[in-house]
């Protein structure tokens, strides 16, 4: 009897020690959770870009320019400007002058391809959309632009063509400049004012994302 007694003391004592260890190493479930969360990775964030937009513009006299830098901070895009080789003077420009350059251009198609500084956008092909922006030279895309648009090839990408004239409107400029590219889905353009606002620039981006 008294050694049965003794076996049934030690089985119980091997009993609550397991019980007293179980209950030492058992993790409360909120903190679990709260483990969990904080070695898990963050969700990774998504890409909502469908590619990089750039604003390429030629300037003669500031007005085109200005657009351009509305357009390419309501668009988040990077600009490139078209640099003639030679430079345009404010002679060059005064077309009411049958001998300043731009007259004699006019008056010769050949001359109107015009040498660029450089004739590509660095990085070109990342660029998804490209935005063209141009003066209104004789119902047409001022010259250098056509240099530039020839010399690329916009095949996979979106072109968005804008213009300013003091009173011309967009015409077949646009169409033009398609006809002279190589490939590009081109979109209808528009027309601004010389002194066309802000405001009207930046409404007319955020309506192509709609």
């Known amino acids: 009897m008294k050694r049965w007694k003794n076996r049934m003391v030690l089985l119980l004592t091997a009993v609550l020690l397991g019980t007293l260890t179980a209950c030492g190493t058992k993790t409360p479930a909120s903190s679990a959770a709260s483990q969990t969360e904080s070695v898990a990775p963050s969700s990774a964030p998504s890409d909502t870009a469908s590619g990089k937009t750039l604003v390429v513009y030629f300037s003669a006299t500031g007005h085109t320019k200005a657009v351009a830098e509305t357009v390419a901070s309501a668009a988040g895009a990077e600009l490139f400007e078209i640099e003639p080789k030679e430079p345009y003077s404010a002679a060059d420009l005064n077309y009411n002058d049958a001998k300043s350059r731009v007259s004699v ?94 405001a009207e620039v930046t409404e007319w981006v955020q309506s192509l994302s709609h």
Request: glycine letters at 8%; charged letters at 15%; proline letters at 5%.
């Open 105 to 198: 251009e006019h008056a010769d198609p050949e001359r109107q391809n015009v040498a660029l500084a450089v004739d590509s956008a660095p990085n070109w092909a990342e660029y998804d959309t490209v935005y063209i922006g141009y003066p209104i030279w004789w119902g047409v895309a001022a010259w250098p632009v056509r240099s530039f648009v020839a010399a690329n090839d916009f095949s996979g990408k979106t072109v968005i063509p804008f213009c300013t004239s003091a009173s011309s409107a967009l015409g077949d400029s646009a169409a033009q400049l398609q006809d002279a590219a190589s490939g590009g889905n081109w979109q209808a353009g528009k027309r601004f004012s010389s002194d066309a606002g802000a």
